[in-house]
């Protein structure tokens, strides 16, 4: 059983990793939403940069830049008492240099209150051990890596051909040998997640990844029925339709309201 009182650390993920229990991951953009699982004993609350679609109502992450990230952060952090607050590093924010990455992923802790960042790509690992040098926890991110979308040609499964799995493989070593805390693996065939899952030191986190993974994240507006945009993964369990009941209580309210029997006298 996994300890419901005593604050997750990345070490304590690193020691589910051994003996488990799985890892259980959501996003969270707010304070309300982050008491809300964070009471319910989730492990892990990623200040995902998918904030830019479910939040924002862009077509991508992209949009997404370090203020966005910096104000949602904090209200996670409010709102939070004993989950691991990971916030992401939005599109280039830590591709341009390593000392820029630095201060940015500095700026996630120092001003967001996150306990650690989370970046995508596996192709700079130098930047990874960097942050981790100045005394920052990285998360690293490979697979499907939304930020590259349009490199990657859309959001379809990563790792089909040999080729591409052993690089998937190749980079998660390096993530790893980095100083990564974790590792993210989304949309990804379960069999390569498995693979990674056994060849690295470091939990996997698993999105559209298979069952082997250390653990698993959602995208809680996805999770919750809340998403109601144009893409949904096909590999997002939908554990509640929030977003239905949230729509007949507004129909409820409407129709009370011109009915007069709202409020009462
Ligand atoms: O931004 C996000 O929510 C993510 C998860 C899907 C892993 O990166």
Partial sequence: MADRQRPVRTTTLQ??????PKITVLTAYDATMA???DTAGIDVLLVGDSLGTVIMGESSTIPVTMDIMLHHTRAVVRGTQRALVVADLPFLSAQISPEEAIRNAGRLLQ???AAAVKLEGGREPRTIEAIVRAGIPVMGHLGLIPQYVHQLGGYGTQ???DADAARLIEEAVAVAEAGAFAVVLESIPAALADE???RVPIPTIGIGAGPLCDGQVLV???AFGLYTGSFVPPFAKVYARLGETMADAAREFIEE???GSFPAK
């Fill in 35 to 37: 008491r809300i699982l």
């Fill in 111 to 113: 001003e967001g209150g």
């Fill in 257 to 259: 309201v011109r009915a």
């Fill in 159 to 161: 790792g089909r051909t």
């Fill in 220 to 222: 809680s507006y996805d």
């Fill in 196 to 198: 990674i899952t056994k």
């Fill in 15 to 20: 020691q589910r990793k051994q003996s488990g």
